[in-house]
């Protein structure tokens, strides 16, 4: 058998290992497009957040402008009866 120098054994491993350095090269590729993707999707789930909850904030306000009206209405036909009655009276009396 022949002695193999270490000079040859490091060119016999760069061979074998140009492969794999090849590879682990492409996942590093393929992980920084994930990242880049994943911070795209996390911002725009953020942005989304933030519009639903605008728009949450919006529709109980909305609600609750309704609601006064709705309350005002009920309250000035009250008074609009009282002042009828009132006007009655005075009327009759």
Same mark, same amino acid.
């Given at each position: 058998?022949?002695?193999?120098?270490?000079?040859?054994?490091?060119?016999?491993?760069?061979?074998? =290992?140009? /492969? #794999?350095? *090849?590879?682990?090269?492409?996942? @590093?590729?393929?992980?920084?497009?994930?990242?880049?993707? &994943? +911070? !795209?999707?996390?911002?725009?789930?953020?942005?989304?957040?933030?519009?639903?909850?605008?728009?949450?904030?919006? =529709?109980? /306000? #909305?609600? *609750?402008?309704?609601?006064?009206? @709705?309350?005002?209405?009920?309250?000035?036909?009250?008074? &609009? +009866? !009282?002042?009828?009655?009132?006007?009655?009276?005075?009327?009759?009396?």
């Amino acid at each position: 058998m022949a002695a193999i120098t270490v000079d040859e054994i490091q060119v016999l491993i760069s061979a074998q =290992t140009k /492969g #794999i350095q *090849k590879e682990i090269n492409g996942v @590093k590729e393929q992980l920084g497009s994930l990242s880049e993707e &994943s +911070q !795209k999707v996390s911002s725009g789930f953020g942005g989304m957040l933030k519009s639903v909850a605008k728009f949450a904030i919006l =529709t109980v /306000g #909305i609600k *609750k402008a309704v609601d006064f009206l @709705k309350s005002s209405v009920t309250e000035a036909k009250k008074s &609009s +009866q !009282k002042n009828l009655r009132l006007s009655a009276i005075m009327i009759l009396a």
